[in-house]
């Protein structure tokens, strides 16, 4: 039978049974991808892609001795008081970094169609924090080559260059659609991009990147990464050895040169660096090399790339070594565990010091809970998005100006969100994961006016489990984070903070407002994948989401006793909560009306340079067969399918597409 027979059969079945069944998606999908589960053996053999894996770790139990549930949170109402307050920084401070392979399935097929949900992914955080920043690039950058056409006509197209090693990094192919694409996305929504140029070979230097990148995208291009975490470049027979940060400065010389002499390049001072994992040199070494000095006056930012662990055992076999992720799975669940935000910026805090001496933007490039795709369970967990909300702000507080979480295709667990698999995605939706949450919370706590410095709290005695930040606007304390790590449905490690501002010892006046607004990120368990809400909203489930937060906003008033000076804020376990000391703090990160694009795709045959968005909300983004497809199954009520298609079906329609999600191709770091 052909996948758009099943498809059409299953349409038809989930018309009918839509109303009666009520389930929902994340358990009942796990258990029926996983097709080869052994009897009696513990539920581990999920061989689906992993995007969609759906293992549930349990929550580690709760810390003994408990952390107290009731403290007091003396706060300065003015940042001048505050020591170790970090350098302003912006509410873009989490954007994204997209594999280059995967953005024809991320971004957009190419300039005329763009992905509405990613649309709607980033104005979601855009409308809080003015503007979002992505970096496309990666490992399958350094082979990337410009071209005419490719063969299929496609925008971007893998080719494995010689046969005789099918295990070399293929080349990566693409056209001017990749710049027309970039170019269309920054001209509806405000996103900044970071490109690279490619570093494998420079007998022959490419530098279309740079030339078609600055021409198409202008002001809207950031800057040019030259070498990706050139510190692994003897380990990945990428140089022969030895390699070493010298080597690195010199080849990053030529390529400078080599802009500096072509035509085409009239922006040299743009360049990204050393961007080292710190897998093989410290960034010191670098900076030892001469790196900063040198290279100051071309330089737009200085760039670390770093992941707190790595599952690459798991998927390569060899290097590394086994991680037991569920042992594991509380390293990232303290404010200063092993995998913490805390933890990983603790090597480059110099580095920070450096780039901000040479006022240099500080950018940890490419991160995320994990390389080689992440851990099956934490990564995709909710555990995650606390993870993620805790280094945000911690990467704030390490004078950091921006940090990028890497998107990986199909096969990675720690996508902020991932589209449906090629071929079922006129049918499915999104499905966005836990760390997304983590992006737009970051955004509200730093807000869009650049000025926002941040303090890391310490509160309850420094306990790793409620960790808090505060947030200074201009200035003047507008935002406290407050968090808790702890999963108990009881209810019994929830904790009150009773925040006091001025006042007391700090020889200032009583500062609490008469009243604060909050609002929570909250789950029932760090484990849950989906059941996740921001303010009352959420993304939905697997394979549900257009992009947009849903359901009725839920801001929370808290009266607070002037005269004690005393706010009682409550935080559950686990949760956020996001604490506004003022109507202005919160109407600046608190969306009126949402800028939206409603379609599963844009389809645009017009490239005119303004975009009417409300032709864009209104077209059908499906091609005339999808449309027909749909016609004919859903019994009279055209399109019905899909815009009322909710989780309870999904089921019926997985379980059938089974055989066929396993040939799709698939795509990983
Ligand atoms: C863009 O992709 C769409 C959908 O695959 C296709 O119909 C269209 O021809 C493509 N446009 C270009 C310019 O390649
Ligand atoms: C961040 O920069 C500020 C201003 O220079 C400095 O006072 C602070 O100590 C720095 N923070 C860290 C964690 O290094
Ligand atoms: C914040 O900084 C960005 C980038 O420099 C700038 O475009 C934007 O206008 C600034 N926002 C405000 C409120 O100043
Ligand atoms: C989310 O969790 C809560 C509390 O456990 C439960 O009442 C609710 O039904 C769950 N929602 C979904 C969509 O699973
Ligand atoms: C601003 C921008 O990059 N616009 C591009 C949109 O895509 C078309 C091709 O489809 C280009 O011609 C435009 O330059």
Known sequence: MGSWALLLCCLWYLTTVRAAVTVYSQKPLGQTLASTETAGAPAAEYTGLKAYDPLTLNPPPLPDPRPATQFALQLQSAAGNVPGLSIPVSGALLGLSVE????????????SFIQVPFLNLISTVIERAGRFHIRVGGNTQETARLVENTVDGRMIEKQNIDPNKPTATPVLVYTMELFYLLGNISSLANVKWYLGVPFKDL???????AEHGQRVLGDNLLGIQVGNEPDLYERHSARPAPYGPEDYCNEFDKVLQAMQTNPNIPITNNLI?????????????????GFVSRFQDNLYAITVENYPSDNCFAIYGGNGRPHDVQAEFVNYLTHDGQYSGRHMLDKFLNSAAIAQASGKPMIMFETNTASCGGFPGASNSFGAALWAVDYGMQLAFSNFTHGLLHVGGQDTYYNPATPPPTGVSTFYQWTVNPIMYSIVVVAEALGNSNTSQVVDLW????????????VYESGNLVRVLLMNYMTDPSGASDYTASISVGGGETGTPNAVPAEVKVKYLWSPSVSDHFNITWAGQTFGGQFESDGRLKGEERIETIACDQAANICPIKVPAPGVALVFFSDAALQEVTPT?????????????????????????????????????????????????????????????????????????????
């Open 100 to 111: 280059t392979s995967v953005i024809n399935h991320f971004l957009g097929v190419n300039s």
């Open 459 to 470: 509160p309850n005695s420094g306990d790793v489990h409620t960790p808090g930040y505060a």
């Open 273 to 289: 660096g050393p961007s080292v994992s710190s897998g093989g040199w410290s960034p010191e070494l670098v900076y030892d090399a």
């Open 203 to 209: 007998e022959e230097i490419h530098l279309e990147i």
């Open 593 to 669: 009306s949402t800028l939206t694009y409603a379609t599963t795709a844009v389809t645009r045959t017009l490239n005119t340079a303004t975009v009417d968005v409300d032709v864009l909300a209104t077209s059908n983004g499906q091609s005339g067969r999808d449309r027909a497809l749909m016609g004919s199954t859903s019994k009279g009520s055209t399109g019905a399918a899909f815009s009322s298609y909710v989780a309870p079906s999904l089921t019926v329609l997985i379980a059938m597409l089974a055989p066929a999600l396993a040939f799709m191709k698939v795509f990983s770091r």
